[in-house]
């Protein structure tokens, strides 16, 4: 049924199955404002006859995302007044994203990057951008974890990483090399020995954060992919959204936790979804995300508890939403606070 190759238009998803003829016309709409990708390995998790299927949700086009609210923005964490040279944001003193790329092996419909990734993206840095980018990370002694993302980074080729590798490994006060993916979900099989050999050459502390938020995206095959990284030492974190009608429900996000653990990989952030444009079905109010996150205490293994986080509008960091962290205020608003102490107020006024 889902082919060998990439879905990433209309016409791809329906010849697939996984979209109707009643649905095209607006899927269409949606690819033309919003970059389209499923891989194989995850069109063989939607089930197209469940009309609430949280794979479908995530990655399926749908006219929700053509609404925008007046509160979500282009560049929703604030990535851009951090951007020193293109492909770096240096937002905390001791680490940078340096995103090299700017497409993914899919694409999530609630992405938080969605104005920058994709085939009409930002791009992949040129040569001289990425000299620029080493330059800066190496003026900066105060660098020690360089987080790879984008984009998806392990969506390079082993060649290219490898090169990308080299140069990080040249630069002493960069004790940490951090990836941001998708990749052992959406194309398991790309997690292969040449790959791994790769991000050996950095000669770094490897850490891979890896991108789920429903525990059927941890299949044999992911859960295969992730043990080829462990067991080549490289330490790995979770990281997820909370997403109404994916994980919205402390049973499915306890046993999405349950599978990282279960695949070696620590809990690290739950986000709160981000004010990305054509977003806003997948956002609930804060008290109910914490809500359900305090459902998970003590009923589930104390490993698999991540910290809620929101990642607060501007550019000023994530701030932990957890039970305990914030209380609303007046209007249905929330302070949150960031973490030099200053206050914001959630969601913002648009
Ligand atoms: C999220 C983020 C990081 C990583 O933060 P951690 O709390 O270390 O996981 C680093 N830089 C930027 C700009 C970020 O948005
Ligand atoms: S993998 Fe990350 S950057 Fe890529 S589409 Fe999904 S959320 Fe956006």
Redesign the pocket.
């Known amino acids: 049924m889902s082919g060998e190759r990439t879905l990433k238009t209309a016409a791809d998803l329906l010849a697939a199955g996984l979209i109707d003829d009643g649905t095209v016309h607006e899927t269409e709409a949606v690819a033309r404002r919003y970059a389209v990708a499923v891989t194989p390995a995850i069109a063989a998790l939607i089930d197209p006859a469940d009309p609430a299927d949280p794979i479908a949700r995530q990655f399926l086009p749908s006219s929700a995302e053509l609404v925008t609210l007046p509160q979500e923005r282009d560049d929703p964490i604030g990535d851009r007044p951090h951007t020193p040279v293109k492909g770096i944001v240096h937002r905390y003193p001791d680490r940078v994203l340096f995103k090299a790329v700017h497409v993914?092996p899919?694409?999530?419909r609630?992405?938080?990057?969605?104005e920058m990734?994709g085939p009409d993206g930002d791009g992949t840095l040129a040569p001289t951008e990425m000299e620029a980018a080493f330059a800066y990370i190496a003026a900066h002694p105060e660098i020690w974890e360089v987080i790879l993302t984008?984009?998806?980074p392990l969506i390079l080729s082993p060649r290219r990483l490898a090169e990308i590798m080299r140069g990080l490994a040249a630069i002493d006060h960069v004790r940490i090399v951090r990836f941001?993916t998708?990749v052992p979900v959406a194309n398991p099989d790309n997690i292969d020995a040449d790959l791994i050999a790769a991000l050996k050459e950095s000669g770094k502390t490897l850490w891979v954060a890896l991108?789920a938020n429903h525990p059927r995206e941890l299949t044999p095959q992911a859960r295969d992919a992730c043990a080829r990284l462990v067991d080549a030492g490289i330490a790995m974190v979770s990281q997820s959204v909370l997403l109404k009608g994916v994980n919205d429900d402390p049973t499915v996000l306890g046993a999405l936790m349950r599978a990282f653990v279960e695949s070696r990989i620590k809990p690290y952030y739950l986000h709160h979804p981000d004010l990305a444009p054509g977003t806003g079905h997948f956002r609930m109010d804060i008290g109910e995300g914490q809500a359900i996150v305090a459902a998970l205490r003590g009923h589930v293994s104390g490993l698999c508890q991540p910290a809620y986080v929101l990642d607060i509008p501007g550019g000023h960091g994530k701030a932990p939403l957890g039970p305990d962290a914030v209380a609303p205020g007046p209007d249905g608003c929330w302070s949150v606070s960031d973490y030099r102490g200053g206050l914001h107020v959630w969601p913002p006024r648009p």
């Open positions: 993914c899919v694409y999530c609630f992405c938080f990057r969605r990734v984008g984009g998806d941001h998708r991108h």
